[in-house]
């Protein structure tokens, strides 16, 4: 059974190919396009399709869109109610428009694909697909919470055996995702795109509105009711780039309080209805790493994972997967390394296609473990690139953590707001001295930890303004090069972390393909960039 599965509306398009079951590829179409989350302000009709994505899925499995036994596209235009309040401007071109055309626009795109393979999963159906099909566990409950599906923002339910029980939906116009998108906006960050710069403003600031936000949005039941917030009555709206008040920081923290405990009301519901041990999320709101944190303290599972593309990215890799389930069983996702990979000869010919000095150490990693603790800033690239918006080691930037001025100066080569923290990187064996409260191990990038006391001061860098850390945790036996840097990095410094933030500027995709990281690199004050087996020194490429 060979299933490619598309995303292709609102946001994050994408594609995912489950082969005879595993997951084999899955890539953003920005990764190709260059265009972050694909999209720009323009007609909802000329949103960016998958085009690259799909036919690099293809490629890299060896097979011809004739071959597909289907494609999975992870919104069903049936489901839209043409009665449901306006709450997205172009539904009446979803329902008719998109159903009519999209067999026919991937049928060209993949040409030999005959377009009556083209099936239409509920978004939300996609979402928990990539969560509780992904997961390490056959049975588990699954919560998936965004902005908006057809018609609802919520899906609440339990995988047994490779099929959901859809146990609650929250109809819209209520949604937390679109709620959480509006004070976005209103901060003067970009919506469907900023969300996360909004949970680290909230560190700033005690939750002085929360009391107002819980008349507003209310929970109970398996579901939740969201009334129209005006956050003017607490502060105008910011302009993008004006300098943040206070008061910004406090209607984050409002604002994030109350979507913590409203999820943490539907997991306690959730937990009670299935009496699974283990939980599943999935949806853009299942990228808030302090929200994840908060149900796996505070709910009823024993057991929390997040998809590594919660966002709706991801809704590519649970389309196909749904349908894939339908015919057989489906393993779990093994990692987040399903994008493209490129072979040592093809790193070198760009290495020599841009004529810079080149060195080839006998160990890459005790290279840049020695630049790290020299407090070189390095350009990490090495094996395939990661599926969903974190870097986990394979399009990094790395640091050392043990300077607290690191973390100002990666925000600078970055462009962002000096606000934002930057992540540690460390050995799963080695995670639970430094970190405590969130889940261990942490692969993916979703937990926020609290930062142990006594590690504080030799770590500044990674440790944000409230004392957590989003920590990525090393399986040494799935990351050998990473954990042998981290070794190294120790041997040196006798620090066990390294600062990991994703190998990008701001505005723009992670780096994807080679020429991306030279690209980078040659515009930014990064000091090394290790390319596979390979380094390039700036200092010595400068003499």
Same mark, same amino acid.
Request: proline share 8%.
């Given at each position: 059974?060979?299933?490619?599965?598309?995303?292709?509306?609102?946001?994050?398009?994408?594609?995912?190919?489950?082969?005879?079951?595993?997951?084999? =590829?899955?890539?953003?179409?920005?990764?190709?396009?260059? *265009?972050?989350?694909?999209?720009? @302000?323009?007609?909802?009709?000329?949103?960016?399709?998958?085009?690259?994505? =799909?036919?690099?899925?293809?490629?890299?499995?060896?097979?011809?869109?004739?071959?597909?036994?289907?494609?999975?596209?992870?919104?069903?235009?049936?489901?839209?109610?043409?009665?449901?309040?306006?709450?997205?401007?172009?539904?009446?071109?979803? *329902?008719?428009?998109?159903?009519?055309?999209?067999?026919?626009?991937?049928?060209?795109?993949?040409?030999?694909?005959?377009?009556?393979?083209?099936?239409?999963?509920?978004?939300?159906?996609?979402?928990?697909?990539?969560?509780?099909?992904?997961? @390490?566990?056959?049975?588990?409950?699954?919560?998936?919470?965004?902005?908006?599906?057809?018609?609802?923002?919520?899906?609440?339910?339990?995988?047994?055996?490779?099929?959901?029980?859809?146990?609650?939906?929250?109809?819209?116009?209520?949604?937390?995702?679109?709620?959480?998108?509006?004070?976005?906006?209103?901060?003067?960050?970009?919506?469907?795109?900023?969300?996360?710069?909004?949970?680290?403003?909230?560190?700033? +600031?005690?939750?002085? $509105?929360?009391?107002?936000?819980?008349?507003?949005?209310?929970?109970?039941?398996?579901?939740?009711?969201?009334?129209?917030?005006?956050?003017?009555?607490?502060?105008?709206?910011?302009?993008?780039?004006?300098?943040?008040?206070?008061?910004?920081?406090?209607?984050?923290?409002?604002?994030? =309080?109350?979507?913590?405990?409203?999820?943490?009301?539907?997991?306690?519901?959730?937990?009670? /209805?299935?009496?699974?041990?283990?939980?599943?999320?999935?949806?853009?709101?299942?990228?808030?790493?302090?929200?994840?944190?908060?149900?796996?303290?505070?709910?009823?599972?024993?057991?929390?994972?997040?998809?590594?593309?919660?966002?709706?990215?991801?809704?590519?890799?649970?389309?196909?997967?749904?349908?894939?389930?339908? /015919?057989?069983?489906? +393993?779990?996702?093994?990692?987040?390394?399903?994008?493209?990979?490129?072979?040592?000869?093809?790193?070198?010919?760009?290495?020599?296609?841009?004529?810079?000095?080149?060195?080839?150490?006998?160990?890459?990693?005790?290279?840049?473990?020695?630049?790290?603790?020299?407090?070189?800033?390095?350009?990490?690239?090495?094996?395939?690139?990661?599926?969903?918006?974190?870097?986990?080691?394979?399009?990094?930037?790395?640091?050392?953590?043990?300077?607290?001025?690191?973390?100002?100066?990666?925000?600078?080569?970055?462009?962002?707001?000096?606000?934002?923290?930057?992540?540690?990187? !460390?050995?799963?064996? *080695?995670?639970?001295?430094?970190?405590?409260?969130? @889940?261990?191990?942490?692969?993916?990038?979703?937990? !926020?930890?609290?930062?142990?006391?006594?590690?504080?001061?030799? &770590?500044? =860098?990674?440790?944000?303004?409230?004392?957590?850390?989003? &920590?990525?945790?090393?399986?040494?036996? *799935?990351?050998?090069?990473?954990?042998?840097?981290?070794?190294? $990095?120790?041997? #040196?410094?006798?620090?066990?972390?390294?600062?990991?933030?994703?190998?990008?500027?701001?505005?723009?995709?992670?780096?994807?393909?080679?020429?991306?990281?030279? #690209?980078?690199?040659?515009?930014?004050? &990064?000091?090394?960039?290790?390319?596979?087996?390979?380094?390039?020194?700036?200092?010595?490429?400068?003499?």
């Amino acid at each position: 059974m060979r299933v490619l599965g598309i995303n292709a509306v609102f946001h994050d398009p994408s594609a995912a190919l489950v082969v005879d079951g595993e997951v084999v =590829a899955a890539a953003e179409e920005e990764r190709f396009s260059r *265009r972050k989350h694909g999209k720009e @302000p323009v007609p909802f009709a000329a949103w960016e399709q998958p085009v690259r994505a =799909a036919a690099w899925c293809l490629r890299d499995a060896g097979l011809e869109p004739g071959e597909l036994d289907a494609v999975a596209c992870s919104y069903d235009p049936s489901l839209v109610d043409r009665d449901a309040p306006d709450t997205y401007p172009a539904w009446e071109w979803l *329902r008719t428009t998109y159903a009519e055309h999209a067999p026919r626009f991937l049928a060209t795109a993949l040409p030999g694909l005959p377009p009556e393979r083209v099936r239409f999963v509920p978004h939300h159906v996609a979402h928990a697909a990539s969560a509780g099909l992904a997961a @390490p566990w056959p049975d588990c409950a699954v919560l998936t919470v965004d902005g908006r599906g057809e018609s609802t923002s919520m899906l609440a339910g339990h995988y047994r055996g490779g099929r959901l029980e859809v146990l609650a939906q929250q109809r819209l116009p209520h949604s937390l995702g679109l709620m959480y998108e509006d004070l976005t906006e209103h901060l003067g960050f970009r919506r469907s795109s900023d969300e996360y710069k909004v949970m680290a403003l909230a560190a700033y +600031a005690e939750p002085e $509105f929360l009391p107002e936000l819980t008349e507003l949005i209310r929970c109970g039941g398996g579901g939740f009711e969201v009334d129209p917030v005006d956050w003017n009555r607490w502060a105008p709206r910011r302009a993008p780039g004006a300098e943040l008040s206070e008061v910004h920081a406090k209607l984050a923290a409002s604002a994030q =309080a109350r979507v913590e405990e409203v999820l943490l009301d539907l997991a306690n519901w959730l937990g009670e /209805r299935t009496g699974a041990d283990a939980l599943a999320l999935a949806g853009g709101v299942a990228l808030n790493c302090v929200a994840n944190t908060r149900i796996a303290a505070d709910g009823p599972f024993e057991h929390v994972w997040v998809q590594p593309a919660a966002g709706d990215a991801g809704t590519a890799l649970g389309a196909a997967l749904h349908v894939a389930a339908e /015919r057989g069983p489906v +393993a779990p996702m093994g990692g987040a390394d399903l994008g493209r990979g490129f072979t040592d000869a093809e790193l070198q010919a760009c290495l020599e296609a841009a004529r810079l000095p080149y060195e080839k150490p006998d160990d890459v990693g005790a290279e840049v473990a020695a630049a790290l603790a020299r407090n070189e800033v390095v350009a990490w690239f090495q094996g395939r690139s990661e599926f969903g918006p974190r870097a986990l080691g394979h399009r990094s930037l790395l640091a050392h953590p043990g300077h607290a001025d690191n973390l100002e100066r990666l925000n600078e080569i970055k462009g962002r707001e000096q606000f934002r923290p930057v992540a540690p990187m !460390v050995r799963a064996e *080695r995670a639970g001295e430094l970190f405590a409260r969130g @889940p261990i191990p942490s692969p993916h990038m979703l937990f !926020v930890h609290d930062v142990v006391e006594r590690w504080r001061d030799r &770590i500044p =860098a990674v440790v944000h303004v409230d004392g957590t850390a989003r &920590i990525q945790t090393v399986d040494g036996d *799935r990351e050998p090069l990473l954990a042998r840097m981290l070794s190294a $990095f120790e041997a #040196e410094t006798g620090l066990p972390v390294v600062v990991n933030t994703s190998f990008n500027t701001a505005g723009r995709p992670m780096v994807d393909g080679p020429v991306d990281a030279l #690209e980078c690199f040659g515009s930014s004050p &990064i000091d090394v960039l290790a390319l596979g087996p390979f380094v390039v020194h700036r200092g010595r490429w400068a003499r």
